[in-house]
């Protein structure tokens, strides 16, 4: 069984108490070999060691999870972010496509985030930086999105974003270059995020940005036309909320 690295960097002793025995509880090949309890300890400690993986608090008596990550430079291990309950940071984490554990950490979201970590690339750089600019600048619009799929992680423009469809636990992104990227998340993972972006779900498997429809045309089960000439299925269900939602375009 290979075996795995970890350091805890959290203010609250009894959290990284907490989370070494839940690492030692239920996940058998993860190895805590240090923990720090701040931005400044917590610098030193990562100089010396490089973990593969990093659990660090968001924010600490002496600054952020960020401000350490500053003094780092070149990250080469994989960050799991942990958070109190902040709207703005959940909402930025999931926009980078960033793993976060909520306080107090859940035995089973834990598990998933560790299972993850396993399959998912090291060096994610372009991921900490995009998801840093995104908490400084949480007041302005969000125009960017980070699409994790299995060969890399690309940071997108959202309006360039034509449509989504689902097919089981994958979603593809239809772009407007006519390119196409595919990501293990669900449709309803997006649709929550986007559709405050104009993002439109129209029916089980499709979501729509809302500014490529062309028209609506009802025969035949009804259905969009999008810009690009694409034609996305209206559900039965969903008729009524967009023919409001056309009516307000």
């Known amino acids: 069984m290979k075996k795995y690295t970890a350091i805890i960097i959290d203010d609250i002793e009894q959290a990284r108490t907490t989370l070494t025995q839940d690492l030692s509880t239920y996940s058998k090949d993860f190895e805590v070999i ?7 300890q917590g610098a030193k400690l990562l100089k010396k060691m490089t973990p593969d993986i990093l659990f660090l608090d968001i924010q600490m008596q002496d600054g ?18 942990i958070t109190a309950s902040d709207a703005h940071a959940i909402q ?5 496509a960033i793993d976060y ?20 690339s090291v060096n994610e750089n372009d991921k900490y930086q995009f998801l840093s600019e995104r908490l400084k600048n949480h007041n302005k619009p969000t125009e960017r999105l ?20 689902s097919s089981v636990n994958y979603t593809t992104f239809f772009f407007q270059d006519k390119s196409q990227i595919v990501v293990t998340k669900t449709l309803k993972e ?3 995020l986007l559709k405050s972006q104009g993002f439109f779900r129209v029916h089980q498997s499709h979501l729509v940005n809302t500014s490529f429809i062309k028209e609506y045309v009802k025969i035949d089960g009804g259905h969009l036309v999008l810009l690009d000439e694409t034609l996305v299925p ?3 269900r969903k008729r009524p909320e967009v023919m409001k939602m056309l009516e307000n375009l």
């Open 146 to 165: 980070a699409l994790h799929s299995q060969e890399r992680i690309q940071i997108v423009e959202i309006k360039n974003i034509i449509r989504c469809e």
């Open 101 to 120: 554990l909520l306080k107090p950490i859940d035995p089973d979201e834990l598990v998933d985030a560790l299972d993850k970590f396993k399959v998912s």
């Open 34 to 40: 240090g923990e720090a309890d701040g931005v400044v």
């Open 64 to 81: 952020s999870g960020f401000d350490l990550l500053d003094l780092l430079g070149e990250i080469n291990f994989k960050i799991i972010f």
């Open 190 to 192: 997006f649709e929550d």
């Open 234 to 236: 209206v559900s039965v």
């Open 92 to 96: 930025a984490f999931r926009y980078a």
